[in-house]
């Protein structure tokens, strides 16, 4: 018979289960560190009586402390007063943070998403994967969720802040599994995260927020101080406004050409580049654990690998999805784009990641801020006009690619779709970073055995690992240099790397925006 939180929380405080309050699972870990013996590992939050003297016990112990509870600071509104309902661009997490933060505070915003509704995007992205049939208004990257609604839906980030779990409440409040509270690495798949956005969609709605789709950002209006008086949508609607966020993600190509030529001040930033490596999922269970995940009742097992090579460059896993498959992430015609997706159950039987390479501003060449764009967008065509110019993806085994078979067809494991094609993966990146993963690829194998066999399947080309391109703010005011009400937020912007970050990042700068401005209920523009 399985002990209760309470009794489990006594027994280590040494108190009496009527001492105990209150008790909540925080965190929930796997400590494989002598596999096969699995252990889980919970962090537990209790309130009890006499709070002191149980203290006193563990004077020395550090695994019972006194948790001092971050607070958010309170919102205060501003006194400026709003002419015209404040606009919010997108509806990834960024988005999503902002407009729903504006909406539960009175503000009404106006939220314009250039992709599909969520279920109409999903049909045209299952074309696309079943048909090869690509849609460039709405894909995996454009279309409400941001790319993130087809991705493992991921809720990791390094940030600590007293907002994080207030996110995290949202999102089981509009349909995400409660275990996303404590566990340790907590996802939510991209099957249940569709329905979670459209349910944050709604909630915006019913707050008093609008939501139009199929409505692309395509022109700013400001006045001779460089202050923000209109945007335009489609080419041909003018909409005024005081103030929009900008949550573009990092794909939105032509939208970075229309702020650059707009002389929004951007600036180059750093990415990655690379390719998807695919595995049995058992053989990364048996690494981690030591035995198959189901012996144990477990989760599929992930991993997260950095090799540091000779020339300073680094190769790394990047967006890990255990029992996943590798999907066609293209957003513009004639190119070719991976990604990873899974399910929340992960349950494929196919782990697979990205393998990615760092690249610098200086690697991307001229001083222009859309140079990181056009290197993307080189590699992308490559991979494209490679496989067969009909949207199948370049593969290649590890073996093949270290030199040490001559196999030309790949025999293990692949997901992709609409279908690959064996190529030269040596010819459609950069030298830097086939040398680099070249070198990579053995270190591993030593970390997790089976990484490198010879019949593992590489896919190209990874090169979406995040924005090219960061369009400057204050950090103060969150308004972009030189750009007075113009609110840039997320991924897109440069100022967040996943779902959580993100969202929060929205929040944030919603919250800087209601501290200047009062919020009166505008409901028509």
């Given at each position: 018979m399985r002990e209760k939180p309470v009794d489990i929380a006594a027994r280590k405080l040494r108190c009496s289960p009527a001492d105990i309050q209150e008790v909540t699972v925080v965190r929930r870990s796997v400590d494989a560190r002598r596999k096969p013996r699995i252990f889980f590992v919970f962090t537990l939050q209790v309130s009890v009586k006499n709070e002191k003297t149980v203290l006193r016990k563990f004077k020395l112990d550090e695994s019972v402390r006194k948790i001092e509870e971050m607070k958010a600071d309170p919102i205060v509104y501003g006194s400026e007063r709003l002419t015209h309902r404040p606009i919010v661009v997108g509806t990834g997490p960024a988005g999503l943070g902002a407009a729903l933060t504006l909406a539960e505070h009175g503000y009404c915003p106006l939220v314009l998403e250039r992709g599909y509704d969520v279920d109409r995007r999903s049909e045209?992205?299952?074309?696309?994967?079943?048909?090869?049939?690509?849609?460039?208004?709405?894909?995996?990257?454009?279309?409400?969720?941001?790319?993130?609604?087809?991705?493992?839906?991921?809720?990791?980030?390094?940030?600590?802040?007293?907002?994080?779990?207030?996110?995290?409440?949202?999102?089981?409040?509009?349909?995400?599994?409660?275990?996303?509270?404590?566990?340790?690495?907590?996802?939510?798949?991209?099957?249940?995260?569709?329905?979670?956005?459209?349910?944050?969609?709604?909630?915006?709605?019913?707050?008093?927020?609008?939501?139009?789709?199929?409505?692309?950002?395509?022109?700013?209006?400001?006045?001779?101080?460089?202050?923000?008086?209109?945007?335009?949508?489609?080419?041909?609607?003018?909409?005024?406004?005081?103030?929009?966020?900008?949550?573009?993600?990092?794909?939105?190509?032509?939208?970075?050409?229309?702020?650059?030529?707009?002389?929004?001040?951007?600036?180059?930033?750093?990415?990655?580049?690379?390719?998807?490596?695919?595995?049995?999922?058992?053989?990364?269970?048996?690494?981690?654990?030591?035995?198959?995940?189901?012996?144990?009742?477990?989760?599929?097992?992930?991993?997260?690998?950095?090799?540091?090579?000779?020339?300073?460059?680094?190769?790394?896993?990047?967006?890990?999805?255990?029992?996943?498959?590798?999907?066609?992430?293209?957003?513009?015609?004639?190119?070719?784009?991976?990604?990873?997706?899974?399910?929340?159950?992960?349950?494929?039987?196919?782990?697979?990641?990205a393998l990615v390479v760092n690249v610098t501003p200086e690697d991307t060449g001229g001083d222009s801020p859309l140079a990181g764009v056009e290197f993307q967008r080189r590699y992308e065509m490559a991979a494209f006009l490679a496989a067969g110019s009909n949207y199948k993806a370049p593969v290649q085994t590890v073996g093949n690619f270290l030199g040490r078979t001559k196999e030309a067809v790949p025999s293990a494991v692949h997901t992709y779709k609409p279908g690959v094609t064996f190529c030269d993966l040596h010819q459609l990146l950069p030298p830097f970073v086939t040398d680099t993963l070249a070198e990579a690829l053995p270190y591993f194998g030593r970390k997790i055995r089976g990484f490198d066999d010879n019949s593992v399947v590489m896919t190209g080309v990874e090169t979406r690992t995040s924005a090219p391109i960061r369009i400057c703010r204050n950090e103060k005011t969150r308004m972009a240099v030189q750009t007075q009400g113009l609110y840039p937020v997320g991924e897109g912007a440069g100022y967040a790397g996943g779902i959580m970050s993100a969202f929060l990042d929205g929040m944030e700068t919603a919250i800087v925006f209601m501290k200047k401005y009062h919020p009166v209920e505008v409901k028509n523009g």
């Open positions: 045209a992205v299952r074309r696309f994967w079943e048909d090869g049939e690509f849609d460039s208004r709405s894909n995996v990257q454009f279309g409400e969720g941001g790319a993130g609604t087809f991705s493992d839906g991921k809720l990791t980030t390094r940030v600590n802040h007293p907002l994080l779990r207030q996110i995290t409440q949202k999102l089981v409040e509009a349909g995400a599994p409660k275990e996303i509270l404590y566990a340790y690495n907590p996802h939510i798949g991209t099957d249940v995260l569709r329905a979670v956005v459209k349910n944050l969609r709604r909630k915006i709605e019913r707050l008093g927020g609008e939501v139009r789709f199929e409505s692309c950002l395509t022109d700013l209006i400001t006045d001779e101080n460089g202050s923000l008086k209109a945007v335009v949508v489609n080419g041909n609607e003018r909409i005024e406004t005081e103030g929009l966020i900008l949550g573009i993600g990092h794909s939105a190509r032509d939208t970075y050409r229309m702020l650059y030529d707009r002389k929004v001040y951007l600036e180059k930033k750093a990415f990655a580049v690379g390719v998807r490596i695919e595995h049995d999922q058992k053989v990364i269970d048996r690494a981690q654990y030591g035995c198959d995940a189901a012996d144990l009742g477990l989760d599929a097992a992930d991993y997260n690998l950095v090799y540091h090579g000779t020339d300073g460059r680094a190769c790394y896993s990047f967006c890990m999805c255990p029992g996943g498959t590798v999907v066609a992430a293209a957003s513009e015609e004639k190119g070719v784009v991976t990604n990873g997706m899974s399910k929340y159950r992960r349950d494929s039987g196919v782990a697979n990641s």
